[in-house]
Structures are given as structure tokens and as C-alpha cells.
């Protein structure tokens, strides 16, 4: 599992959310392209962090002036994978060995949701693939 730092910066947003969700965070980044904060938090705490009706998360995203998106954190790279798709009711996640040592993650989803494990512009795979990469070393997310 790669090792990543946290800026003082990314500390300070850490901190900020926890004191708002009152939930730990084990990561944060910066999506500038998405122009959002994506908050990793520890198994079993999602529901906490988001709050009844979103109102912890929509309150850190008046915070932070932008959107936040939260994922929880998951022992492999399959089960980390799904829960950076969610809310899409992943079937099935396969990591894969390219001959170039690349590691690509294959992602089916039911056909009903393959629009919410997209998102709109690509934002969600583009979550699923950005975490992934920091988190285990796999170089891409294909929805298949």
C-alpha cells in the first residue's frame, strides 16, 4: 500500500472536518479539476460524516466554499474501489495486471446505475480512479 504525505494544509482541512462531522479522516484530497474535497474516513463512519438528511456534509461545504465528496476507507483495492463508486450498486471489481505492470481495476455495475458510477462529466470514476491510484497503486478504473 503506497505511503502518501498530508500537507499542512491538508492537515488543517482534516482537522476542519472532523470538528465539523466529528468523524476522523485518514485522507484528504484536492480534485481542482472537479473543484471538490474528497475526505477518505475509516469503515463504518460514512453515515456519521454525511449526518441525517446530508446535514454534516452540506455544512462542511458551505465551509470549504465547495463540494465534498466522502469515501470510505476499505482493506483492498476491490472493496476500496466500490465504496469510491458508491452510491452505484457495484457487482463486481477485478484487478488486473497489464503486461506493461500497469494495475487496471474492472468495474460491473448494474445496468440501471452505470450512469451514477460514471457521474456527470465522469466525476465518479474519475473519484473511483484518483483514490485508487493514492491509496493502492492501481493506475486505472474502467467501468466496464
Not at 3 to 32: N, P, Y
Not at 100 to 118: C, H, P, Q
Amino acid at each position: 500500500m503506497p505511503r502518501f504525505k498530508l500537507s499542512m494544509e491538508d492537515m488543517g482541512l482534516i482537522a476542519t472536518f472532523e470538528s465539523i462531522t466529528g468523524v476522523s479522516a485518514v485522507d484528504v484530497v484536492r480534485d481542482d479539476e472537479s473543484e471538490r474535497l474528497i475526505f477518505v474516513v475509516r469503515p463504518k463512519q460514512l453515515g456519521k460524516a454525511i449526518g441525517r438528511d446530508g446535514i454534516r456534509v452540506r455544512t462542511a461545504a458551505d465551509t470549504f466554499g465547495r463540494p465534498i465528496d466522502v469515501v470510505e476507507m476499505a482493506d483492498s483495492a476491490e472493496d476500496f474501489v466500490k465504496s469510491a463508486l458508491a452510491p452505484a450498486r457495484v457487482e463486481h471489481v477485478k484487478i488486473v495486471e497489464h503486461k506493461d505492470g500497469s494495475l487496471v481495476a474492472s468495474v460491473t455495475v448494474k445496468a440501471e446505475d452505470r450512469g451514477i458510477a460514471i457521474g456527470r462529466d465522469g466525476k465518479n470514476v474519475a473519484r473511483a480512479r484518483i483514490l485508487a491510484r493514492r491509496h493502492f497503486d492501481v493506475d486505472n478504473v474502467v467501468i466496464a
